[in-house]
Nanobody, 114 residues
Framework: QVQLVESGGGLVQAGGSLRLSCAASGSIFGVNVMYWHRQAPGKQRELVATLTIGGTNYADSVKGRFTISRDNAKNTVYLQMNSLKPEDTAVYYC?????????WGQGTQVTVSS
């Protein structure tokens, strides 16, 4: 089992920055994929960023503004969000995937005011 706990969400003005953290605990496999998703009210959950052993991928809506990274020593994945826009307002979820299955965090709210 893998447990994920997100933190770092909050209220920020447009143009500001936030860094989300996702601390993973439990049985972490060396080969895995980490994702950040988000879900705005009334909208479907959207994949924002992916981190694999081969590199990173981003949704077009966040490319150039968001950066996903990890600290293996801390089993923590980060999402650095810069130049935030009101349309980035959503609950952000951390998601871990390995050969055994999929695991999700509880989500952290990000609100960007105009």
């Amino acid at each position: 089992q893998v447990q994920l706990v997100e933190s770092g969400g909050g209220l920020v003005q447009a143009g500001g920055s936030l860094r989300l953290s996702c601390a993973a605990s439990g049985s972490i496999f060396g080969v895995n994929v980490m994702y950040w998703h988000r879900q705005a009210p009334g909208k479907q959950r959207e994949l924002v960023a992916t981190l694999t052993i081969g590199g990173t991928n981003y949704a077009d809506s966040v490319k150039g503004r968001f950066t996903i990274s990890r600290d293996n020593a801390k089993n923590t994945v980060y999402l650095q969000m810069n130049s935030l826009k009101p349309e980035d307002t959503a609950v952000y979820y951390c998601h871990y995937s390995d050969i055994r299955g999929e695991y999700w965090g509880q989500g952290t709210q990000v609100t960007v005011s105009s």
